[in-house]
């Protein structure tokens, strides 16, 4: 038996909310945002990436979403139907929306940033309406992400799927994905984030992620001190990310298990995050030992770092083991493990 027990005999396994979007990566990396001049298009976006990751893993995947009514958006929905992902509950936006667009800079293997366009963002669409308890009911998780509770009518959709899958015991995994764009303030983000956070039975985020979350309710904490927090509230699993420095689960028993990252050649410092979530919750869905599914994760978001794309790069099953089978032989057989 694994660390969480998810529903049996559904149609779907996870069912990620939210972000979809188009990322501009540069082909003229290594020089800064405003001295590139040709860029190759993505399919992008936090959940949308996580979905395509777990579909490459073998998992049923569905989602939930608005996207615009275009070219781009025909291109996402096209790409997900291609990579397997059930679309039925994509919608199109109705007043022009567009999808968001993301331009990254690669100035070094080590520095990167983003710039998001995210006015009048088709994502942020997604309405009450368009949650329909039956799909929920046949997943057996879903994933909400961060991002979709930065305005409404996007939050209270979210809000609504949630209270779904309490509902019918499906599983809710949280994503933290924190993104400046959209957000009021420090408040508004720690009022939706913790508000979710206490319905999740899974959480993922970073330091920083977990402060914001925790800042009008459990301000100051070690990684020991927030997971126990949320334990205490609920969470079956806290996972808390440090970057370069790994990453660590904690579980309500009590025990915590850590991870560092694989030692890769970096093409980049974005994009692993979501290849490690996919990967992490396969290792779950699997039932497997919570150690393995966070090498699993880890050895997933050095294979992403080391590409040029998030989803159009991430791996099969059997490229993140021969990866980490070939990692072990190269620095050993610890060589990811704390």
Request: with cysteine; glycine share 8%; proline share 3%.
């Amino acid at each position: 038996m694994g660390v969480i027990e998810f529903p049996k005999d559904r149609l779907l396994d996870i069912i990620p909310i939210g972000r979809i979007a188009i990322d501009f990566n540069p082909v003229d990396y290594f020089k800064p945002l405003s001295e590139s001049t040709t860029f190759k298009k993505y399919l992008g976006g936090s959940p949308a990436n996580i979905a395509v990751g777990m579909a490459r893993l073998g998992r049923k995947v569905g989602f939930i979403a608005k996207v615009s009514d275009d070219q781009f958006g025909d291109f996402v929905v096209n790409y997900f139907r291609k990579e397997g992902i059930d679309t039925e509950h994509i919608s199109r936006c109705k007043n022009g929306e567009k999808l968001g667009l993301t331009f990254t800079e690669i100035l070094s293997e080590t520095q990167s940033s983003i710039l998001m366009y995210r006015n009048e963002v088709a994502d942020l669409q997604l309405e009450v309406a368009d949650i329909e308890e039956e799909y929920i009911k046949n997943s057996k998780a879903i994933l909400i992400s961060g991002t979709a509770l930065a305005m409404s009518p996007s939050r209270e959709a979210a809000l609504k799927a949630m209270s779904l899958a309490k509902k019918h015991n499906t599983i809710i995994v949280f994503d933290i994905d924190y993104r400046p764009y959209n957000w009021k303030n420090a408040d508004e983000i720690a009022i939706y984030y913790s508000l979710v956070a206490r319905s999740s039975d899974i959480i993922l985020g970073s330091r920083e992620e977990f402060d914001l979350t925790q800042k009008l309710i459990a301000p100051d904490c070690t990684d020991a001190q927030t997971a126990a927090f949320w334990h205490k509230e609920g969470a079956k699993i806290v996972v808390i990310k440090h970057g370069k420095k790994g990453s660590t689960a904690y579980l309500k028993d009590g025990s915590n298990y850590g991870i560092k990252p694989f030692p890769v050649k970096l093409l980049k410092s974005f994009g692993g995050g979501d290849g490690y979530a996919s990967a992490f919750l396969y290792g779950l869905f699997e039932g497997w030992d919570i150690i393995d599914c966070l090498e699993f994760g880890s050895a997933s978001a050095a294979l992403l770092v080391a590409s040029h794309a998030c989803s159009e790069d991430m791996p099969s099953v059997e490229m993140v083991k021969s990866f980490i089978i070939d990692s072990k032989l190269k620095y050993g057989d610890m060589i990811a493990r704390v």
